[in-house]
């Protein structure tokens, strides 16, 4: 595959897991956003691509060394491999962790070619390689499609509101862009007893997503000032929490100034690369007081929260399966691109 054509179904050479890796056999692989930008070059130019991150699978075998999983576990995979070691291990943060791990070994196309598995990873495929620490074992009696989606942007959504953004009971909180991350988000707050939660997306279709999944009130953004909008819904002070899950300049700022005093911003939509930070008056960044945070991956550690929300899951607490829009075949995800970019699904996944 190359840049922005359409992605083909092929062949490819999996080998035996080395030390600290292991091959997982893939059940369901979601469709992320991520993967198009891979697609498009958007990442970084090391073509061939092996695409899919958002995965859940069965351990098929394990090389020297690996304790945390064993053959014939359930797990979902991530993309952050803690290393225990990096300054951030170091001072006892592992969701940081400056120095993650990827199996050291190539996946290839049938004549050789090495090919770059999307973070890591390169889920849309029968089997993969990965490092062991990619592999989190959680509950097999969990349904593979909707669990999977932890490995990437649903987990993404929920830390950014649980775990970066901290909130907590009776807070209110405005989540802006209503895709798959952002509507995450809202179940994050949801999750953590926000008392006010605000989805604002320029689309109904996302706006009554997002009410399906905890939101108390709705803004579209096309109907008018976000951030008055917010304040007039908060006693006219502001959200608690404003979480950016489009990352655009427009969207942070208006994150920015919908926050209350000493409020928290979150960015959780990942910026294009050429985007600056809006001009804002320092005296506002001083004025409004608080915190402005990035967040990476929902700042999650994938052996904490990952077992941890599939069990709020299976218990009913959390609806992981309202995030499937559709179960396709690894054909279809060409046409399952198209729908995502249209806004049409929260997520297409993959089933294998």
């Given at each position: 595959?190359?840049?922005?054509?359409?992605?083909?179904?092929?062949?490819?050479?999996?080998?035996?897991?080395?030390?600290?890796?292991?091959?997982?056999?893939?059940?369901?692989?979601?469709?992320?956003?991520?993967?198009?930008?891979?697609?498009?070059?958007?990442?970084?130019?090391?073509?061939?691509?092996?695409?899919?991150?958002?995965?859940?699978?069965?351990?098929?075998?394990?090389?020297?060394?690996?304790?945390?999983?064993?053959?014939?576990?359930?797990?979902?995979?991530?993309?952050?491999?803690?290393?225990?070691?990096?300054?951030?291990?170091?001072?006892?943060?592992?969701?940081?962790?400056?120095?993650?791990?990827?199996?050291?070994?190539?996946?290839?196309?049938?004549?050789?070619?090495?090919?770059?598995?999307?973070?890591?990873?390169?889920?849309?495929?029968?089997?993969?390689?990965?490092?062991?620490?990619?592999?989190?074992?959680?509950?097999?009696?969990?349904?593979?499609?909707?669990?999977?989606?932890?490995?990437?942007?649903?987990?993404?959504?929920?830390?950014?509101?649980?775990?970066?953004?901290?909130?907590?009971?009776?807070?209110?909180?405005?989540?802006?862009?209503?895709?798959?991350?952002?509507?995450?988000?809202?179940?994050?707050?949801?999750?953590?007893?926000?008392?006010?939660?605000?989805?604002?997306?320029?689309?109904?279709?996302?706006?009554?997503?997002?009410?399906?999944l905890g939101a108390t009130h709705t803004?579209?953004?096309?109907?008018g000032d976000v951030v008055e909008a917010?304040?007039?819904?908060?006693?006219?002070?502001?959200?608690?929490?404003?979480?950016?899950?489009?990352?655009?300049?427009?969207?942070?700022?208006?994150?920015?100034?919908?926050?209350?005093?000493?409020?928290?911003?979150?960015?959780?939509?990942?910026?294009?690369?050429?985007?600056?930070?809006?001009?804002?008056?320092?005296?506002?960044?001083?004025?409004?007081?608080?915190?402005?945070?990035?967040?990476?991956?929902?700042?999650?550690?994938?052996?904490?929260?990952?077992?941890?929300?599939?069990?709020?899951?299976?218990?009913?607490?959390?609806?992981?399966?309202?995030?499937?829009?559709?179960?396709?075949?690894?054909?279809?995800?060409?046409?399952?691109?198209?729908?995502?970019?249209?806004?049409?699904?929260?997520?297409?996944?993959?089933?294998?």
């Open positions: 595959m190359a840049k922005g054509e359409p992605v083909q179904t092929v062949e490819i050479l999996v080998p035996d897991p080395g030390p600290g890796e292991a091959v997982v056999t893939i059940q369901a692989c979601g469709v992320c956003h991520t993967d198009l930008a891979y697609r498009d070059g958007g990442i970084n130019d090391e073509f061939p691509f092996l695409l899919g991150h958002e995965a859940a699978g069965v351990v098929e075998s394990i090389g020297e060394g690996v304790t945390n999983v064993a053959v014939g576990d359930f797990v979902v995979l991530n993309w952050r491999a803690v290393c225990g070691q990096c300054r951030a291990c170091g001072r006892g943060e592992p969701q940081y962790c400056f120095d993650t791990f990827n199996a050291s070994q190539k996946m290839t196309l049938a004549d050789g070619t090495p090919l770059t598995p999307a973070l890591g990873i390169g889920s849309f495929a029968d089997r993969t390689l990965v490092h062991s620490g990619q592999c989190t074992k959680v509950d097999p009696e969990a349904r593979p499609a909707a669990v999977g989606l932890l490995g990437c942007g649903v987990m993404a959504g929920l830390g950014a509101a649980i775990n970066t953004g901290g909130v907590t009971r009776g807070q209110s909180v405005a989540v802006i862009g209503c895709g798959g991350v952002g509507a995450a988000a809202i179940a994050g707050a949801a999750l953590a007893g926000a008392s006010r939660i605000i989805a604002v997306d320029l689309e109904d279709r996302k706006l009554e997503w997002a009410k399906g803004i579209n953004s096309s109907e917010i304040r007039e819904l908060t006693g006219g002070f502001g959200a608690d929490v404003v979480i950016d899950a489009v990352g655009i300049p427009l969207t942070w700022k208006q994150a920015f100034y919908a926050r209350d005093l000493a409020g928290t911003l979150v960015l959780v939509g990942v910026p294009h690369p050429d985007a600056k930070v809006p001009e804002i008056p320092l005296v506002d960044v001083f004025g409004h007081g608080g915190a402005l945070k990035s967040s990476w991956y929902g700042d999650c550690l994938p052996s904490r929260d990952f077992p941890m929300l599939v069990d709020l899951y299976q218990q009913g607490r959390l609806d992981l399966d309202a995030f499937v829009s559709e179960e396709i075949g690894l054909d279809d995800v060409e046409g399952a691109f198209t729908k995502m970019h249209k806004g049409d699904v929260l997520r297409s996944v993959v089933i294998l």
